[in-house]
């Protein structure tokens, strides 16, 4: 079994920035591992993914940045210049490829970003 515990998260301002973590246990390095978001009303959609080469939806490339730090067993996404469009749980996820939602197994609990205009 795998355990994905969330950090971070919160309100900002439209143009501010915010970074979440994600801590998995056991942490196996050559995993996919991805972020995901969902707002009401919408699907789920994957946003960014990292293996070796980290990938991004156009929704957020340029603007987000996904990481891994293997000795911490921690995934992290910042956000930048975040939008109110942006809004949404974001969850963190492994066990899967890229950013295909349904493959993927294991999944954090979720945490809140809301950004204001």
């Known amino acids: 079994q795998v355990h994905l515990v969330q950090s971070g998260g919160g309100s900002v301002q439209a143009g501010g920035s915010l970074r979440l973590s994600c801590v998995v246990t056991?942490?196996?390095?050559?995993?996919?591992m991805a972020w995901f978001r969902q707002a009401p009303g919408k699907a789920r959609e994957g946003i960014a993914a990292i293996r070796s080469t980290d990938y991004y939806d156009a929704s957020v490339k340029g603007r987000f940045t996904v990481d891994k730090d293997d000795a911490e067993n921690t995934l992290y996404l910042q956000m930048n210049a975040l939008k109110p469009e942006d809004t949404a749980m974001y969850f963190c996820a492994t066990g899967g490829y890229y950013r295909d939602a349904q493959s993927y197994t294991y999944w954090g609990q979720g945490t809140q970003v809301t950004v204001s205009s």
């Open positions: 056991p942490y196996i390095s050559d995993r996919w």
